[in-house]
């Protein structure tokens, strides 16, 4: 068990902004030069899953400004990741930084500006400091970030370093989930790289899901959500920010890894907000407290922070509410982590 | 036949900048005041089809500001003609303001920044100048606008009103089209706020649309398309200036109307993007010169501006065989007019 003292999360806190801004202004600077020669990609699983030099220029460039603050720490990087032999989810409890130098390469090839830098730092297995950078968001990029301590806080900066942050949720107290909800939900789900054309394959699933979120009340054999809208961003980091800033309702995603999602759920957390498994763990009865999810599992639903209800619901329960809700209405995925 | 001179359609342009960044500066304060209690939103359609008090606020705010300016210009927004009797597409020959004064809603309800004032403005029935402005997508918002003439331009300005602007398309040239488009494609289209559950529903087919697009190729019966990724927003016109300014390759909607795409065709004319019908025409021949959409038809398939590919294919020549592909892999939507 490891214990960091709010001062001693500040330094970090502070460090991982200072490299996500820095990440940003390496990707920056490539997309200017970029503006006259079409990037050179190398393709991963299939057609759709790119790596670009930069998103392994960018890894190495934090990976060295934390350790060489840090020694000591983990670190647990996508691209190294990737490109090594250990599948297994190595996180510990001693204190580790989980990083994905450019989550949304798809979007970044394409200029589309949902790209991000992720910086999550966790102590005792706890995403405890996250830092999202969206270099391409506004003129002067948006920083979304949070320490998750009593003492601690979660912001939005979309002015620059120097400029002035705005607390997380934007809207504070949060409002309570919508009564009916799914009804009245955004949700936010991405359709991911794996494309096989299969009734159980996971794209035709994902594509069921979001139907059945979309349609109306009663439709699609008592599935039917009434969600306000379903919004695919090409960014799992993307989408977990929004709910974590009160910005979305729901998120729903499988198929990403620890690295997507890590510095997102540090700000959920903090702001109130839950994140169990997509899937109903199996054993769960319909009264069981429900776990949060496992950071290395793949498979993520979140749901924002909330304030007690009218009818004095508190907010754990209208989030479990609202999950069980959402279970009912999707098919259950097949993303596994490699072993 | 109406003939404005450049010097009179840069008097247009900036003044729809002025408007839109005022009725931006309205929507951010009714945003602030919001973020401690809940909006009062009113049902159109069904519980997805909202308006607020804003948007009717600042409809008025653009109608009185141009009209001021320009007493003898043509006025449509989407409003007054919500709220009004007559439902035919009246554009004419004549000097035509096409107003959205907030698209994305429902994004903006839930404080999602894909929000944006659209401010088209028609001569002769074609798009030739238009003013995209998200006033909460980076600090200071990010402004996309066009004016369409031999000696006009397309620029992003995310710097506030006496910042930089950087010229459109993003890259310049713009690079060709992907030799096997779709595949290697960004895909940008909603779901939209018809929910019905029915096979033949425009939801149903949305729904199958971007699952063929998103398979691989040789999947779903030879529909797969093997896009680099689909992206819904919640907003048709962010996805149509994200194709304008060659921040996506293609965006297929059907159901929205021309207040919510006039703004954005300008800047993608003026980048060279051609904007067709999303349903082929019955008659339209193999080898046939595809006509652009019909500004008041509900239905528009956009593709990016490109240069001349590696085997000589023109611009115009790439971007009908894409048409072509799209239409292959889409079914026909059931969005017409009111008459």
Redesign the interface.
Known sequence: MTELTIQQLEATHLLACKVARAAGDYLREDQLR???V?LATREKL???D?VTAADEGVEKLIREAILKEYPEHAFIGEESYSAGEEKRFLLKDEPTWIVDPVDGT??M??????TAISIGFCVNSIPTVGVVFAPF????G?LYSAIHHPQGGAWLS???HD?PSTPLP???PP?PLPVDAP??C?FFGE?GKD???HPQSN??KK?TN??NM???I???EGK?G?????????SSTMDMV?VA?????IMFEAGCWEWDVCAGIAILLQTGGIVVDSNPPPDLGPTDPIPMANLGGRRYLAIRGCSEDAEGRSAREQQERLVREVWKRTERLDYKRPV
Request: charged content about 20%.
């Open positions: 970029r503006r006259n079409t299939n057609s759709v790119l798809v979007n090839v394409h200029m589309f500006p949902m968001l506004g003129g002067k948006t979309e002015f620059g400029g934007l809207t504070s409002p009804k009245g955004l359709y494309r096989r054309d794209l035709t594509a979001f139907v979309a349609t109306e009663g439709g699609r039917g009434m969600v306000h809208g379903i919004r695919s961003l090409g929004y800033s009160g910005q979305g309702d």
